[in-house]
């Protein structure tokens, strides 16, 4: 083991990658009664990944780089359309569109560039342009509405919930974190410290589905891993980042660091955009993507500070719905290990 991944292992972690749980934990599914709370992550990024082509024609009065200019602004906009397309049609499908807005910003913000392939002049006069493009939007009530808007069902945009039982841990606590999401879908699931260190908690080396069953209820740990987590300095706020879409993510290289799990050597910025990388072939597809992040507060001991929110579910409980009503997904079922 080389001196980083020593060091880690007797940092915040060394509790986490030292402690065995072998024992078979029951299954816990979503429809099991608790005091309802609220469980909004601190941070939410919906969005899709568009592929799209575009074009511009090249002439005496257009030149090459007004040209280049031109086709990828039209891949932009394209991208940007079919995203929008699949959004409403989503949501009309699934009657949403009654009590749910997309929210998209100006187009210009709206498109993020993942990749692009520059195809020069074809056709003699036509310059030619590829994008893989992430189109970022939100999710808001309609304050016509009226009511609590409905719950965020199977045949709703992807949305994947993210909760520990409280908001603050202090020294020698155990932590089991949850994830739920209302399809099927495909996740990556990190721990970020307040050190900066990150790990990779799902998949692992013992739990190697990335692959999970809509409306199921996960833990972390749960049968099948070899850790346990256990709360040491440094003390301050750690986050769960949960990467999630409906296609197979982007592949990532971790650094084994012990019982099963896997340490990111580079920054979140980096470990967001290498999970994007998803397949987009061919030209034209699309997949939806979610990143939600939630926060907890890691102590020495004594009182919980100002402004922290402290509790939260014990078990699982009825989710949040973007409307802030507390409302469940519609889609329960087992665990998938």
């Known amino acids: 083991m080389n001196n980083r991944a020593s060091a880690l292992l007797h940092g915040k972690f060394a509790s986490l990658l030292l402690v065995f749980f072998c024992l078979v934990l029951p299954k816990e599914t979503f429809g099991q009664k608790s005091e309802s709370v609220d469980m909004a992550p601190e941070q939410e990024k919906r969005s899709c990944i568009q592929s799209a082509d575009g074009y511009a024609s ?125 399809r099927d879908f495909y996740a990556r699931i990190v721990y970020r410290t307040s050190g900066g260190e990150i790990i990779q908690l799902l998949p692992n080396e013992y739990r190697k589905s990335g692959l999970f069953e ?37 592949q990532v290289t971790m650094e084994p660091v012990g019982q099963g799990l896997g340490r990111y050597g580079g920054s979140q910025e980096s470990l967001a955009a290498a999970t994007r990388k998803i397949d987009m072939t061919p030209s034209g597809t699309g997949a939806e993507f979610y990143e939600a992040v939630w926060a907890v507060e890691t102590t020495c001991g004594g009182p919980t500070p100002r402004g922290t929110r402290k509790d939260g579910p014990e078990r699982p409980v009825d989710m949040t719905g973007a409307a802030g009503a507390t409302q469940p997904f519609d889609a329960p079922g087992d665990p998938v290990h």
């Open 214 to 250: 809509s409306g199921a209820v996960y833990g972390i740990p749960d049968q099948g891993d070899h850790f346990g987590l256990t709360v040491t300095a440094p003390y301050g706020e750690d986050r769960i980042i949960v990467y999630a879409s409906d296609v197979p993510l982007g």
């Open 58 to 182: 090249v002439s005496d009065h257009v030149t090459l780089p007004e040209a280049r200019t031109a086709a990828l602004a039209d891949a932009k906009r394209k991208a940007l359309n079919a995203a929008k397309s699949h959004i409403a049609s989503t949501m009309k499908a699934s009657s949403l569109d009654v009590a749910y807005g997309a929210v998209w910003p100006d187009a210009e913000s709206a498109v993020v560039l993942l990749e692009q392939k520059d195809h020069g002049v074809q056709d003699t006069n036509r310059y030619h342009v590829w994008i893989k493009a992430e189109v970022l939007y939100d999710l808001k009530p309609k304050k016509s509405a009226g009511s609590p808007a409905p719950p965020l069902g199977k045949d709703a945009p992807l949305t994947v919930r993210v909760w520990t039982p409280k908001k603050e841990y202090n020294a020698g606590e155990s932590m089991k974190i949850y994830v739920q999401g209302n």
